[in-house]
């Protein structure tokens, strides 16, 4: 029997005041990269609130692994549009928190937390303070404790939107390197055509609010990615396609 999508959204609305998504469906299997692509203020934020269970203004249904919960909370690694790290904690101590708020017991988490921080580069960092470190470096950090607190599907909302296009572009590689090392399913947003088609396995696109999918698209381009494949035919020839339509 084929397995169920990780995570599959059918018919969600959501209706503020005003409606704010309408009718969206979309799904994500295990081990998938998939990006929500829409103009700002269309619903993304909203989007994820909703498929984490934040919200409760949601019609339509969201499975996980062919399930529905009504329990969703903690059941994703959600790094919110704007950087949550408590500036009063060290990196190692947020990236230990988020093992700890899972539920490991304190000498536990610790231990998780320094083997996350060495196996992903950020281990020289481990004793600053989220002021003293560059933005790439703050998101870095706020990844790892993002997964500490639940990696089995990760929502990451504009998770690169603060950072300057190099910057950008390490963490790119940053997050594929963890995506492969740890077989993670990941859903991000984002406003930027070119990042979405190069981390990805499909893009969704959204319409202006209220937020309806208006297409998506399967990048069908190999893995491991280089950042040499931006400028490849193939590539271009799929963000000339996006473009149009958005
Ligand atoms: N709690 C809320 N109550 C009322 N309106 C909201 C609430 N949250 C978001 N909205 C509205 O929903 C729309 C989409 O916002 P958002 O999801 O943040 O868009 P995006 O993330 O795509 O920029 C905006 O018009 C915003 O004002
Ligand atoms: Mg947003």
Redesign the pocket.
Known sequence: MKKPPKLGIKNLSVT??TE?IKNISFKVDEGEIVSII?P????????FNAISGILDQDKGSIEIDGSTEDQRQGRFGYMF?EPLLFPWLKVWENVMLGFEIKGLEKKQAKTKAVDLLKKFDLFRQANFYPDGLSGGMKQKAALLRTIAFNSDILLLDEPFGSLDAITRSALHLYLLEIWKKLKLTIIF?THDIREAIFLSDRVYVLSK?PATVITSIKIDLSRPRKIEDQTSEKFVEIERKLMSLL
């Not at 700002?40 to 989007?47: I, V, Y």
């Open positions: 503020f005041e704010i829409g700002s203020g269309c619903g993304k934020s909203t989007l549009q947003t609010k």
